[in-house]
């Protein structure tokens, strides 16, 4: 008689408490529910008019914000599928710095196009093949829709209508101002090699005034008071410790027996007149300013004053590097006096006050500054926040503006025309992945669509003029926000662009991120590891 085996599940493989999803329903749809649902977060936020975010964070830090990048990084999304869209928008923001919410749409869009078909009953891999044709076309269309190309990256008025769009993403409005300010900011930086570096833009944010009491300045601005008598120098000579200002102690610790009062006088003015000589020294190689990274003792201090040197104690050793880098000085680790090639230079260093805040500005006024400094004032914290991130966004623009200079028609524009023009390359195949390609194609056009919707416009409707435009020939016809109505315009002069590169990376990243996820088709969750968990609420030493 034949022994019969029992049937083993792959659920009894697993430990208890592991959870197995496997198929369209369970795997499939349950991704790109989550996918949906994270994107319908930061969609009403996209374009000059979308509406902000309030995030509170679980430090209960206040964001308020249309930036996609900020909202998502402070949900700490958990789903795994949800968290891989993420990723692609934050791989964005690492290597363009713009056209996250671009890439967060775009995917969520492409699922739900997805699901459609696979509701309909073509397989992911069909889906998936079609989806991958259609980025590959669009990255080969996308070149031939340029409608300018920057020739000179340091002449501010063309430098400043192709970062517009950027900043008045976030800043819809000001942009104009804040573009003045960032072509000040970033042209004189620019080294002769071209290799634009973004951290050597420097914010400052001061609170009080109003957004349009921000400004320039070519060097450094800190949030400081100085230390000594001191509080203006010009012609600066800068040597940089990274080491406290203040006498050395001995290594060893001894126990010093006094007798008389005699002894008693006799026995500081060795340490003392040490001190004097290593400040008289920094004096006698010319220097009139000393920056220290750690504190400032009291009989340091007492000898600056003496000998007229203006002291500045910088707590950030971040600020000390760049500081240094400013002004070409190199930082000493401990106090001696310093070499020719050691003091950096600065042409005026003095207090400043801007509102009611100290600051100790280093100005430079050669032709070729290092670092600049964008001082941006606003009446809250959270408006300065958001001013912060479109100065971001438009300083990563720069960047991307001197690696390639080519733009493309905004408000709508690329997108339309990229549709239009993979719908028709859809007709040219027979099997089932062309359903996917218009599929594709129509995801495109959710762009114009909350354009219109945010602008309080019927998204259809503007739609449908786009493409009546676009077949007509007018390439560059996108949406204009400022009618009110649905009405269009030639974008291309009216100066709304969209940088090639940050359109390229973001279509090929969304891509990418949908199809990952659409190649899912088992989800497999161990238990969650035991251990105690952590403790609720109440405000931790580390908060």
């Not at 402070?74 to 891989?84: I, S």
């Not at 003095?350 to 032709?367: A, C, L, P, Y």
Request: charged residues 25%; glycine residues 8%; hydrophobic residues 40%.
């Amino acid at each position: 008689m034949a022994l019969s085996v029992p049937k083993t599940s792959f659920q009894h493989m697993l430990k208890d408490g592991a959870k197995h999803m496997k198929g369209l329903e369970e795997a499939v749809f349950r991704n790109i529910e989550a996918c949906k649902e994270i994107t319908k977060i930061t969609r009403s936020s996209y374009g000059p008019s979308g509406l902000n975010k309030m995030v509170i964070n679980q430090l209960e830090k206040l964001f308020v914000t249309s930036d996609a990048a900020t909202v998502i990084k402070e949900l700490e999304v958990q789903h795994p599928a949800a968290k891989m869209l993420i990723l692609a928008s934050q791989m964005q923001e690492q290597e363009v710095g713009d056209g996250t919410n671009f890439v967060m749409v775009f995917g969520g869009e492409l699922l739900t196009k997805a699901e459609e078909l696979l509701r309909m009953g073509l397989s992911p891999p069909e889906v998936i093949e079609g989806f991958e044709k259609a980025c590959q076309k669009a990255l080969e269309i996308l070149p031939d829709l340029t409608c300018h190309t920057i020739k000179d990256i340091r002449d501010s008025k063309e430098v400043a209508r192709a970062i517009k769009s950027s900043v008045a993403s976030k800043q819809y409005g000001n942009e104009d101002f804040l573009c003045e300010l960032l072509t000040k900011a970033c042209v004189p930086i620019l080294p002769e090699s071209g290799l634009f570096n973004v951290d050597n833009v420097r914010v400052v944010k001061i609170l009080g005034s109003g957004v349009h009491s921000s400004d320039v300045i070519q060097g450094m601005v800190f949030k400081r008071e100085v230390e000594g008598n001191i509080t203006k120098v010009v012609d600066a000579k800068i040597v940089v410790f990274s080491c406290p200002l203040d006498s050395m102690g001995t290594e060893t610790k001894g126990t010093v027996l006094i007798k008389s009062a005699a002894e008693l006088k006799a026995f500081s003015p060795g340490a003392e007149n040490l001190l004097e000589n290593q400040i008289k020294s920094l004096v006698d190689v010319g220097c009139n300013l000393v920056v220290t990274g750690g504190k400032v003792g009291d009989m340091a201090l007492h000898f600056c004053n003496k000998y007229n040197l203006m002291v500045v104690r910088l707590t950030s050793k971040w600020e000390l590097r760049r500081l240094c880098k400013a002004v070409g000085a190199v930082a000493l680790p401990k106090m001696a006096k310093p070499t020719a090639e050691e003091i950096g230079h600065c042409n005026m260093v003095q207090v400043d006050e801007v509102g009611d805040t100290s600051v100790i500005v280093f100005k430079q006024e050669r032709e070729e500054s290092a670092i600049s400094t964008i001082v941006v004032r606003g009446s809250t914290d959270s408006i300065m926040d958001d001013i912060e991130r479109a100065v971001d966004d438009g300083v990563n623009t720069y960047k991307q503006l001197t690696r390639d200079g080519r733009c493309l028609p905004g408000a709508g524009a690329t997108e339309i025309e990229l549709a239009m023009q993979l719908a028709t390359y859809a007709e040219t195949f027979s099997g089932l992945e062309q359903y996917a390609i218009k599929k594709f194609a129509e995801a495109l056009e959710v762009f114009p669509k909350i354009l219109a919707e945010t602008s309080g416009v019927k998204g259809n409707e503007v739609i449908s003029k786009l493409y009546a435009s676009h077949n007509d020939g007018q390439k560059n016809s996108g949406f204009d926000i400022e009618a009110g109505n649905a009405s269009l315009k030639d974008v291309s002069e009216a100066g709304i662009y969209d940088m090639f590169l940050v359109k390229q990376n973001a279509i090929k990243m969304a891509s990418n991120a949908a199809v990952t996820i659409l190649r899912v088709d088992q989800i497999i969750m161990a238990k969650p590891a035991g251990g105690p968990k952590p403790k609720a609420g109440g405000n931790r030493d580390d908060d």
